[in-house]
């Protein structure tokens, strides 16, 4: 069964700083890997996708990339802002129809 | 259309109730996906349509939950006799089918109280 794990699970920085935010997968056979934002009590914000076949994806100040060989994937943020606090959440898409999710790193901005 | 559209937001209800919740996806969108968050954890796969056919089922998806999508389009979740431990936040989430690209679109979700 696959495993999606992410680390770390907390992670408090400064505004301004950059940060990478990790996720971990056991079974390498994905159709793709999407990265998610979700605030407090609210739904899921996709924030990328990337297939299996791409090494990484980038919009604005959001990087992903994938080692699917390493069963990897990263969120670099850049020049964080208090507004990126919030719970981010990566899924795999395997053969089956749905999304496996790791648990989350909350992440707190401080201004 | 702006997205996935859950209703109610929220719900409390007595343990033993039934409670029925709706998604109305992205409109172009054949695929719909139901999912169940506690606190501090990932979402969990409930089941799965394509168009109008249920295609997968979650062994989380007991019997005393059903969910349909009449038409294709629309879906409802039902929970029966409903027990503390179903409270729960369930997502709902469309996708389009365009080769392997599958990107997945969620709704706010609807919140379950069982008191």
């Known amino acids: 069964k696959q495993e999606v794990t992410q680390i770390p699970a907390a992670l408090s920085v400064p505004e301004g700083e950059n940060l990478v935010l990790n996720c971990s997968f056991t079974d390498s056979a994905i159709y793709n890997l999407q990265w998610f934002r979700q605030d407090p009590g609210k739904g899921l914000t996709s924030l990328l996708l990337?297939?299996?076949?791409?090494r990484e994806q980038t919009s604005g100040r959001l990087n992903a990339s994938l080692d699917k060989s390493s069963g990897r994937s990263t969120l670099y943020i850049a020049a964080s802002q208090p507004g990126d606090s919030a719970t981010y959440l990566c899924a795999v898409q395997t053969g089956a129809n749905n999304l496996f999710f790791g648990t989350g790193t909350r992440l707190t901005v401080i201004p | 259309d702006t997205g996935v559209s859950q209703d109610p937001r929220h719900k409390i209800t007595k343990r033993g109730q039934n409670v029925t919740f709706r998604c109305d996806p992205i409109?172009?969108?054949?695929?719909l996906y139901w999912y169940r968050q506690t606190l501090g954890q990932g979402p969990e796969f409930l089941t799965y349509?394509?168009?109008?056919?249920?295609?997968?089922k979650s062994r989380l998806l007991s019997d005393r939950f059903s969910a349909e999508r009449p038409k294709g389009s629309f879906s409802t979740l039902e929970i029966q006799r409903t027990e503390q431990g179903d409270s729960a936040m369930y997502l709902c989430?469309?996708?389009?089918?365009?080769?392997?690209?599958?990107?997945?679109?969620f709704g706010q979700g609807t919140r379950l109280t069982v008191v």
């Open positions: 349509f394509q168009n109008e056919a249920q295609l997968e």
């Open positions: 989430a469309s996708s389009e089918r365009t080769g392997a690209y599958t990107e997945a679109f």
């Open positions: 409109s172009e969108h054949n695929r």
């Open positions: 990337i297939q299996s076949s791409q």
